[in-house]
């Protein structure tokens, strides 16, 4: 059985960031293709297939990198749209946050999120966190039925 | 009608009392009188009838005399004439003697015995004055001893003799009863009197002193209405007054009594109000609680609460009412100073509504966007680095590692300001709290990571509080983590930990024997951020005692500390014992 290699959708509005993240998933060799978007609106346009991403494959990402903090649409009302959405409510989100707010933890685990990391500021740490969380979900989990 | 029935009860009493005084009086002093009067009648009617028989014999003698001095002197006519008469006198004086004796019979026979003797003798005297010859003088006498009179008249005096020492007898029993009953009489009376005489000065005593008890209760009532400090006052449907205390026209500035009441006080110029006290007055109808702001005495402006409620005078038909006023001025003052604090401090809470929700929001953003450029130095410097040591450039990548630090350091700094900010933000949660325990776990804790260290504990035994159990558990992470860090130089550390107890807290204390500090800066021990060491001496922000003096301030306590430099330091911190404030 041939498997099929998903896209990681990225959504982070820190370019830096993103280029970091990007860097250390590449490093980490994990081969599936990485779609960067910028806030929760292009998020759900790339996820919905709408506006510059109608033309994009049928499929859903083996998971959503999310900042919380962004302009527009934030993370956890990006993470509310995809639990609400039958289409994507099954997609693995993980939240990639610059801080461990007690109220962003409790509105991002009621909603339903798989993991909540917060993004190490020594950059050796940093790389390993993305790394391991690139392994596990887009290598290592196998995605839920319907998915 | 209790009353009434009674008043009458003893009226009777004391009228029957009053007839029996007279009347048994009267009717014992008739009765004894009666007696006395009948047993004298007896006496005197003895002594009649002795008088009588003497009389008798007298005149019977009288005659014998006659008779005899008519036989010596025939002629002389004065004899026969004293015969004939004591000779007529005879009859009725038997007569009246039989008369006298009629109560007794033994005594009527012995006078009809001494009648008929009187009567032979009387022949036979008759014959003698006649002159018959066949009868001489020693045949008279003879004769005449054939009817003894002596005998006779002696038995009867002698019966009466006994019957005027009975009857004497009698009477003098009786005056003797009479005396005594008399006696027994006046003092019956007296006895009577006197309990008459008791029983209405009881009487009387009893009414004086319920009068005087009435003016006393009437004196008090009047003293109370005096002495109140509310003005009281009786008004009439024409707002006169009828009466008013001392308050009342100390409080309106008036002299009493009050001439043309009402209607002429300023303060009571209020047409709603007059017309309510003339309702109260006319149509009896109670007013409660009028609220209302009076010129009184002075100048002053008071705010007042005036109650009238109808009233029945007990002298008098007229329509009245009772009129109080109660000064409500400071307590509405008061009122109004806690309503403006109100204003102020809901502007003030308002204010820090709106300060603290800033603040979240600033650390919110701080805690998102400060540390997102530190991540992104430290990361591009790393690579930098990695890039720079492949050109082996030793210097460069020194100052790439300086970079690095530094922002690490300030990743650091960030976080503990941001815990230090939300040790205030969330609400206590009370709980019992046993404090040797929650010291055993985060000694355990802390000391697993200097097991290197030789480390002297004594811990005193530690009670239970009531406080938030994870609060209080970064306070003992503080304290200790702070004595174990402050005496890493000395060979043995020796930390004792405690407890003082006082009625009205108590107050924890951590000691350790290592670096101390100076007095002078105690101030500075507890500020945020504030170090008493250099950072090459020993690690820290500077932001653990700032946490503690926060959470135990939130528990309503206090923190204090105490040091020399070298000499180890103690860090007390108080907790009420009464439920803390949250």
């Known amino acids: 059985m041939i498997r099929e290699i998903r896209t990681i959708l990225l959504v982070e509005d820190s370019l830096p960031d993103a280029e970091m993240t990007i860097d250390a998933l590449r490093e980490g060799h994990i081969a599936n293709s990485i779609v960067h978007v910028e806030d929760g609106v292009e998020a759900l346009d790339y996820l919905h297939r709408k506006g510059a991403y109608s033309e994009r494959q049928e499929g859903n990402p083996a998971v959503v990198l999310l900042d919380i903090k962004m302009p527009r649409m934030d993370g956890i009302e990006v993470l509310r749209e995809i639990r609400g959405n039958e289409a994507t409510r099954r997609i693995p989100v993980v939240i990639l946050s610059s801080s461990r707010e007690e109220r962003d933890l409790a509105a991002t685990w009621d909603l339903g999120v798989n993991a909540y990391v917060v993004k190490p500021v020594d950059a050796r740490q940093f790389f390993d966190a993305v790394q391991t969380l690139g392994q596990f979900w887009a290598v290592m989990n196998e995605a839920r039925p319907g998915n | 009608m209790k009353h009434f029935f009674e008043a009458n009860m003893r009226f009777a009493g004391l009228l029957l009392c009053l007839v029996v005084i007279v009347v048994a009086g009267y009717v014992v002093r008739q009765k004894v009188s009666d007696d006395t009067v009948d047993a004298l009648g007896w006496v005197n009617h003895t002594l009649e009838v002795r008088a009588s028989l003497h009389e008798l014999r007298a005149n019977v003698s009288q005659m014998h005399a006659a008779a005899y001095g008519a036989r010596l002197n025939p002629s002389d006519s004065a004899i026969r004439q004293k015969y004939e008469e004591s000779r007529a006198a005879y009859p009725p004086l038997m007569d009246a003697l039989r008369d006298l004796t009629r109560d007794s019979s033994d005594q009527q026979e012995r006078i009809a015995i001494l009648r008929d003797r009187i009567g032979e003798r009387v022949v036979l005297l008759d014959r003698s004055m006649r002159g018959d010859a066949s009868l001489d003088v020693g045949e008279l006498t003879s004769s005449l001893a054939r009817f003894p009179v002596k005998e006779i008249t002696d038995a009867i005096d002698a019966r009466e003799q006994h019957l005027l020492d009975v009857r004497q007898e009698i009477a003098a029993n009786r005056v003797r009863v009479a005396a005594w009953a008399t006696l027994a009489t006046a003092l019956a009376q007296i006895v009577l ?171 919110y953003s701080v805690s998102h966007d400060l540390r997102a450029p530190l991540r992104h130095i430290a990361g591009f410097s790393d690579k930098l680095r ?156 500077g932001i653990g005692l700032a946490s503690v003096r926060r959470i135990v301030a939130r528990h309503g306590g206090r923190t204090w500390a105490e040091g020399a430099t070298g000499n180890g330091a103690t860090i007390y911190f108080s907790l009420p014992r009464h439920d803390p404030i949250s």
């Open chain 2, 193 to 363: 009197l006197g309990a008459v005489i008791w029983a209405s000065e009881r009487q009387l005593k009893r009414r004086v002193e319920a009068e005087s008890e009435t003016r006393r209760a009437v004196g008090r009532a009047r003293l109370i209405v005096e002495t109140v400090r509310e003005p009281i006052a009786v008004i009439t449907s024409d707002l006169e007054v009828l009466q008013a205390n001392q308050a009342f026209a100390d409080f309106y500035g008036v002299t009493r009594p009050i001439t043309g009441g009402l209607n002429v006080m300023p303060a009571w110029g209020d047409p709603v109000l007059r017309q309510r006290l003339k309702d109260v007055v006319t149509m009896r109808r109670e007013m409660w609680d009028y609220e209302v702001e009076q010129e009184a005495g002075g100048e002053t402006r008071r705010h007042v609460v005036v109650n009238a409620r109808p009233m029945t005078l007990p002298d008098s038909s007229d329509a009245t009412a009772l009129l109080t006023v109660s000064d409500m001025t400071v307590r509405k003052r008061a009122e109004e100073q806690v309503l403006e604090l109100n204003r102020q401090l809901s502007g003030k809470i308002a204010l820090v509504t709106v300060v603290n929700r800033e603040l979240e929001a600033f650390s």
């Open chain 2, 386 to 541: 990695s890039d720079l040591a492949q050109q082996g450039n030793d210097k460069m990548q020194h100052y790439c590692e300086v970079i690095s630090d530094s922002a690490r350091r300030m990743s650091t700094l960030i976080e503990d300001l941001l815990s230090y900010s939300r040790l205030g933000r969330h609400a206590l949660r009370l709980q019992a709290v046993d404090m040797q325990s929650l010291i055993d776990e985060t000694r355990s804790t802390l000391t697993s990571a200097v097991e290197d260290r030789r480390i002297t504990w004594r811990v005193a035994p530690l009670p239970v509080v009531i406080a938030d159990a994870s609060l209080l558990r970064l306070v003992w992470q503080n304290l200790l983590d702070n004595a174990i860090k402050y005496s890493a130089g000395k060979d043995e550390a020796v930390i004792e930990v405690g407890v003082d107890e006082n009625p009205a807290e108590r107050i924890f204390w951590v000691r350790d024997n290592g670096a101390g500090f100076d007095m002078k800066y105690v101030d500075k021990l507890f500020g945020v951020f504030q170090r008493l060491h250099k950072a090459s001496a020993f690690a820290g922000t």
